[in-house]
């Protein structure tokens, strides 16, 4: 099965559209909505590394919690950018 190869020069591609190529490897039709859609990936994309840091983090003894001033500063972190 033959597919279709678009050869870009990404030297001369700015930032933005770059990830897109990176992220998605797929031609951008629209870019207005493009854009829209990357920055809501994006956006899902930190939320979800926010939540994987809190579950990775989390502790059931509050003692270790209450006494361990970096794992607060790294669950309320996580947490205030998750909300």
Known sequence: MKRGVDLIDISTVNGI???QILINGRKIINLKTDLLAWVILS???SLSR???RIEI???ENVDVL???LDL???ISGNF???Y
């Open 17 to 19: 559209i770059l990830k």
């Open 43 to 45: 956006k899902i994309s």
């Open 50 to 52: 926010c939540i994987d």
């Open 57 to 59: 983090k989390k502790t």
């Open 66 to 68: 209450l006494n361990d």
């Open 72 to 74: 607060q500063d790294i």
């Open 80 to 82: 205030q950018r998750k």
